[in-house]
């Protein structure tokens, strides 16, 4: 990811360098936002938001690359490597607390403000005879990339239902989008996805595979909260994808996040600008239609920067106490 992360950076510094010297450099402040596999919700909707941050904001420049999502995020912000980034509130709260996977508490990110509801949904191959979470120890199950909150959160599910992971299954850390393929092909029994409803994968692969999405019990959901408490129920309506009907999962805030280091004036604009094109980014991608003042701080498990909370105060957004940084 290091390498990926300094390729973009060189290419962006060649580009300018080629339009004009090194004056137009100086005046250009490069930044860098981690989001997700090209197959989920981060990608698509990180690459509108940077897009359009750009197009408002004078002296800056964007850069969105592909990650392993919320956790790979989390990481890169805290070592300084990444300027912003989309993550889970669950992801986000276990790394600030220290809890697993993070084995120390990283705590060197601010959070800006949450973009949508991120929700669980576990696709399915009807013909794998799967109906219950349960019935997938010994399937092959396609979790997300390594880092993502996907994988984490079925390894998770697994450990609280008694389940032995990753013994019990036959599991594929592949991305969403190979996760579609795989199971279009009959390579996988089930995919996790974790995105937007609707799930632009879980739509394409409704439209050619026999698939159904598993509901997750009241009982299965109260043992993970105990473990993760940012989660909390979410039902999807029968018809939300082909053939599918209603069944009932999970999800938690995903949320924009920036490094500690960015300056307050920095973030402060980027806030103003970003619930400012709320209709533009909602137009460049369907998640977008989440972003509002109103939700803008349901659920955030982390400091918010200072750049953030100016922006709030001048908006009378009320901020819960134990979200203010110290000054």
């Not at 981060?42 to 897009?51: P, R």
């Not at 979790?143 to 959160?153: D, Q, R």
């Not at 190979?178 to 996790?192: H, N, R, S, V």
């Not at 003042?293 to 106490?321: C, D, M, Q, S």
């Amino acid at each position: 990811m290091k390498k990926m992360i300094q390729l973009v950076l060189v290419a962006s510094f060649i580009a300018i360098g080629l339009l004009s010297p090194s004056a137009s450099h100086a005046a250009t402040q490069k930044l860098l936002m981690v989001t997700g596999g090209s197959g989920g919700t981060f990608y698509a909707l990180g690459s509108v938001i940077a897009n359009t941050l750009n197009k408002r904001l004078q002296g800056i420049e964007i850069s969105c690359v592909s990650s392993g999502a919320s956790i790979e995020n989390i990481n890169l912000l805290n070592a300084n490597e990444a300027d912003f980034g989309l993550a889970n509130a669950g992801a986000a709260g276990n790394a600030w607390n220290g809890r697993p996977p993070f084995k120390t508490k990283s705590q060197n990110y601010r959070a800006i403000a949450v973009v949508y509801f991120d929700v669980v949904q576990f696709a399915v191959t009807k013909k794998s005879g799967i109906k219950t979470f349960a019935d997938m120890k010994g399937k092959r199950v396609g979790t997300g990339p390594a880092g993502s909150g996907a994988a984490v959160v079925f390894q998770e599910l697994a450990g609280v239902l008694g389940m032995n992971y990753p013994k019990d299954f036959k599991i594929d850390a592949c991305s969403f989008a190979e996760i579609a393929t795989k199971m279009q092909d009959g390579l996988l029994d089930a995919g996790t996805n974790f995105s937007a409803v609707p799930s632009a994968t879980i739509l394409e692969l409704s439209s050619t595979t026999d698939i159904d999405c598993i509901s997750i019990s009241d009982q299965e959901l109260a043992a993970l909260q105990k473990v993760s408490p940012y989660y909390s129920r979410v039902t999807v309506p029968a018809g939300t994808y082909k053939n599918i009907g209603k069944f009932e999962t999970f999800g938690t805030p995903a949320i924009l996040f920036c490094k500690t280091s960015l300056s307050d004036d920095l973030v402060y604009k980027v806030c103003k600008e970003y619930f400012a094109a709320a209709p533009e980014i909602a137009a460049g991608h369907q998640a977008g239609k989440d972003i509002s003042l109103k939700n803008a701080l349901a659920g955030i498990t982390t400091l918010l920067h200072p750049g953030a909370v100016r922006f709030y105060k001048e908006n009378n957004i009320k901020i819960p106490a134990d979200i203010i940084p110290q000054q």
